[in-house]
């Protein structure tokens, strides 16, 4: 299974944009490219996917690079309910199980 | 919209007892995942119903655990005997496929601590 690199975190300001990366040089064609978050004491979250293409949605934005081999997830403006763990994740395109890596920690400071 | 949901939210019990958890996915979704996610790891995947049939299951799932989904709606995952390394968080997510991949929505999860 192809896996993903991700830093192990990150801190931000409140109101600021976020971008976080993650790696993944070894996606294969049939690979979405999926982003959850968890917050504290909750459990996962979906937060965006995507395959080829960049995607937005209420809640983010994801630039996924040309060749694939990286991601990026885009908090827009960040609040402290953003502080969460954030894992990006590779999902094949009959993929059932979420393989979840450490994530990258979020740290949003007011 | 009513999310996945899980009962019970925590569950404290001794070292060789069976505990049961009940997930009930949300009504449109015909997949259904278990997950145990233990203190600064990310959620390890269990095994997974494609309606009532169970279709895949982790090296994780030990004998002593079982999982049903019976008619395909809500779905069980029981632990016998249990063990203090079964002490964890499990949780539960239903999906659909969206534009050729699943989403998956996460329950609240069950916190089982064994003493």
């Known amino acids: 299974d192809a896996k993903t690199t991700q830093p192990n975190s990150m801190e931000s300001n409140e109101e600021e944009p976020v971008h976080l990366p993650c790696n993944h040089s070894?996606?294969?064609?049939?690979?979405?490219i999926h982003w959850y978050r968890q917050l504290p004491s909750q459990g996962p979250e979906y937060v965006i996917h995507g395959l080829t293409s960049n995607v937005n949605n209420r809640m983010a934005s994801l630039a996924i690079a040309e060749d694939r081999k990286s991601s990026t997830l885009i908090l827009h403006r960040a609040t402290l309910r953003d502080a969460a763990v954030y894992y990006c994740?590779?999902?094949?395109?009959?993929?059932?199980?979420?393989?979840f890596g450490k994530g990258t920690t979020l740290s949003v400071s007011s | 919209d009513t999310g996945v949901s899980q009962d019970p939210r925590h569950k404290i019990t001794k070292r060789g007892q069976n505990v049961t958890f009940r997930c009930d996915p949300i009504?449109?979704?015909?997949?259904l995942y278990w997950y145990r996610q233990t203190l600064g790891q990310g959620p390890e995947f269990l095994t997974y119903?494609?309606?009532?049939?169970?279709?895949?299951k982790s090296r994780l799932l030990s004998d002593r655990f079982s999982a049903e989904r019976p008619k395909g709606s809500f779905s069980t995952l029981e632990i016998q005997r249990t063990e203090q390394g079964d002490s964890a968080m499990y949780l539960c997510?239903?999906?659909?496929?969206?534009?050729?991949?699943?989403?998956?929505?996460f329950g609240p999860g069950t916190r089982l601590t064994v003493l």
């Open positions: 994740i590779l999902l094949k395109q009959a993929g059932t199980a979420l393989i």
């Open positions: 009504s449109e979704h015909n997949r």
């Open positions: 997510a239903s999906s659909y496929r969206q534009g050729g991949t699943d989403t998956q929505y």
């Open positions: 070894t996606i294969s064609g049939t690979d979405y």
């Open positions: 119903f494609q309606n009532e049939a169970q279709l895949e």
